[in-house]
Nanobody, 129 residues
């Protein structure tokens, strides 16, 4: 399975960005739970959001609630992260990742980077103040 994340860039505080994660190989993206993580310089990788294989269930870190929205288009094998009201502290490399449906059902499973076994290359988001 290959994941290709895109959509990052340099924006100002308060702006919006939409990240995309295209999934290819190993079957369709509809078989997997998808997660978004980010890693800022000098910090550990942290959970941002997750979306179930059907798209019916989404989960967010407290830092993302109310500002970020994850969605997916299984016909296009693509998952999205819409980020609004961006803040300088959102600056990080953002990664999409795949985990199994059985792992995804638990909060610990879907929010832990170690639960995910396929990762995209990351896309850099820089938010200036």
């Amino acid at each position: 399975v290959q994941l290709q994340a895109s959509g990052g860039g340099l924006v100002q505080a308060g702006d919006s960005l939409r990240l995309s994660c295209a999934v290819s190989g190993g079957g369709t993206s509809s078989s997997y739970g998808m997660g978004w993580f980010r890693q800022a310089p000098g910090k550990e990788r942290e959970f941002v959001a997750a979306i179930s294989w059907s798209g019916a269930s989404t989960y967010y870190a407290d830092s993302a609630k109310g500002r970020f929205t994850s969605s997916r288009d299984n016909a296009k094998n693509t998952v999205y992260l819409q980020m609004n009201s961006l803040k300088p502290e959102d600056t990080a490399v953002y990664y999409c990742a795949v985990t199994s449906p059985s792992t995804f059902v638990s909060m610990r499973g879907r929010s832990s980077p170690t639960s995910y076994y396929y990762w995209g290359q990351g896309t850099l988001v820089t938010v200036s103040s």
